[in-house]
């Protein structure tokens, strides 16, 4: 995760209390919550872990600190790129996706150990969601066949899981999905599934007549 090194001019720059938050973005991502302790968070910060209660108090509190964070640049994101115009530039949804790129594997870790703002975080990203599924549906043809909160909380796991799996798609692709080509790559994969259905509405609409016929 690369939100400035130790030693860099970045680095150097940054108050105390967010090289302790930054700190805790890695440790927290890398390693989990329960295994990440605040004596290698305060090592990484270049301060005491005297210093580190002093800021956030405790473990906990450090999270929903870092939690906060990552949604702020989640928002962000969506704020800007997720227009009319965003959506028809491709070089301005790449600025704006660039900040938030680092946060992504937070998110989904934090997700999956299950923190005590998880629900929060994944009820709003549902609703950043169901704003973009909301714009995309006005230039649909026919109706959505399921209802917009389960299409985007469904959409949002399919999206995660990414970040989630990036070890095991890294090593299947033989690339690292962070790095330039890997994430390049990726955003390839995910344009051409986007855009060519794997089946025709023919035969989706035959599955879910499929769905809607009586059970013995």
Aim: charged letters at 25%; one cysteine or more.
């Amino acid at each position: 995760m690369s939100i400035t090194s130790p030693g860099s001019a970045a680095f150097e720059d940054l108050t105390a209390r967010a090289r302790i938050r930054n700190a805790a973005l890695r440790y927290f991502t890398e390693d989990g919550f329960d295994r990440a302790t605040i004596r290698d968070i305060a090592r990484a910060a270049g301060v005491s872990p005297g210093l580190v209660r002093h800021h956030f108090g405790s473990k906990d509190e450090l999270r929903q600190a870092c939690d906060a964070y990552a949604l702020q640049a989640l928002h962000a994101y969506v704020e800007r790129a997720m227009t009319d115009e965003g959506l028809n530039d491709p070089e301005l949804i790449a600025e704006a996706r660039d900040p938030l790129h680092p946060y992504q594997r937070y998110l989904a870790r934090a997700l999956i150990d299950e923190s005590q703002a998880a629900a929060q975080i994944f009820d709003e990203m549902v609703a950043m969601t169901e704003q973009i599924l909301r714009q995309i549906d006005e230039q649909r043809p026919d109706p959505p066949a399921a209802d917009l909160r389960t299409r985007a909380a469904v959409t949002l796991a399919m999206a995660l899981g990414i970040p989630a799996f990036q070890a095991h798609i890294s090593r299947s692709i033989g690339t690292d999905i962070l790095s330039p080509d890997g994430d390049r790559r990726v955003i390839l994969a995910v344009l051409d599934i986007q855009s060519h259905p794997t089946i025709s509405p023919d035969t989706a609409r035959t599955l879910r007549q499929g769905l809607d016929k009586p059970h013995a």
